[in-house]
């Protein structure tokens, strides 16, 4: 049988919980080295090691058939694919944050600001709903920094333990998507046999975890 495809982050905060799950649902294969794509041994299946910014594309257009990647990727990318199964690791939450010193009260108040992002396409969508007209300042990261150095009035970022934010001088203001890795497929891949048996796993590995 010809082996999918699974697609997972190379090296970063979802790798190592991505690759747990999958060696605890029996599968048993080398870890990522240097070689970017390993067979499983005793499964019929292949895992790409990708950036995760890549992964949305790779599963929507078919170059891999599955992936694990965050939500706030997959919906920043606006990507067809079907959601299989969220796995519980990987949370945080999108937040709109603001300078302590200069707080504001309501969410209309956002109008006529400007907000450095690296999220445009969901910050917009965002924005739209609450009928905001804000200036976004797409930038690809240390997003934070953007308040002090006067480039933004505000930001839209990943936040965890909000740390981050507070070592910056800045405080959450709005939340805009919470997210988590979520088990992704390309269209009707779902009825494969081989994927309606890793899916049965996965949830037996996350029940187990309850
Ligand atoms: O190299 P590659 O492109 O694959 O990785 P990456 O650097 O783009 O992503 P990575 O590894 O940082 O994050 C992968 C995914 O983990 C994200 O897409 C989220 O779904 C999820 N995740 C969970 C987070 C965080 N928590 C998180 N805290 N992603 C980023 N952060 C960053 C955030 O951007 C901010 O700079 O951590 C900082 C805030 O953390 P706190 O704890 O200070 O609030
Ligand atoms: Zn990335």
Redesign the pocket.
Known sequence: MKALKIAI??????NEKSVELLKNCGLSFENYKSSLITSVANFPLEILFL???DIPEYVQDGIADLGI?????IKEKEVSVEYLQALGF???TLKIAIPKEKPLNYIDDLNGKSIATSYPIILQKFLDQHQIKADIRTISGS??IGPGLGLSDAIC?????????RNNGLEPFADVLS?Q?ILIGKKDIKEHSVVEELLQRVQSVLRAKE
Do not use: F, P
């Open positions: 982050q190379k090296s970063g905060r979802l950036r995760d910014d990647v965050g939500e706030n990727v990987g949370k945080c997003v934070e970022d990943i936040v965890s333990t909000g740390s981050t934010l997210s890795a």
